[in-house]
């Protein structure tokens, strides 16, 4: 059952128009994570995924993470349209968050911009952003994607929201 979209209030999008399968979109909106004081990742050059009710999940390129807080993770998913994913833990001043991020070393064609990129999960994190605005994190736990004010849902991951 499709549920039905909210309102779209002026200035936002929403994700019912997303489009399916998902696309890959470069973007210069400023993504920012920090968490105990630490910068993780900084950037006006990231990737966002866009896809029929889902908030964005944002790629960060690796020049933007900050250096030797990625340790790989064994644990591996499959998206159909994006490839093999890779998963991360963040190490944070001897505090470790397994499988908080995820890359896509090998993409399929139609998302080889995400090559090398790095996506967060926005949960275990002190503060991420968009443009400076604190995001919420996509219900569920299983989805990346971040919620701003600019968007509009309902998203998936809320419960009732297994079949969208």
Known sequence: MR??????APGQESVWQYPRP????PSDRHIRITHAG?????????????????PPSWYIPPDAIAPGLL??????????????????????G?????D??????????????LRDHVAFYAAPFD???????????QPGGFYGGWITSD????????????GW
């Open 3 to 8: 549920p039905r979209p909210d309102p779209v």
């Open 22 to 25: 998902a696309v890959a979109q």
């Open 38 to 54: 630490i910068v993780v990742a900084d950037t006006r050059a990231a990737v966002r995924t866009i896809e029929t009710s889902h």
């Open 71 to 92: 340790r790989p993770s064994p644990r591996r998913s499959f998206c159909e349209w994006k490839g093999e994913a890779r998963y991360w833990h963040v190490e944070i």
């Open 94 to 98: 001897g505090q470790v968050f397994n």
């Open 100 to 113: 908080v991020a995820w890359s896509y070393p090998n993409p399929t064609p139609a998302f080889a911009i």
């Open 127 to 137: 503060l991420c952003t968009v443009d400076g605005e604190r995001v919420r994190p």
């Open 151 to 162: 968007l509009a849902g309902p998203f998936k991951g809320i419960p009732g929201s297994m």
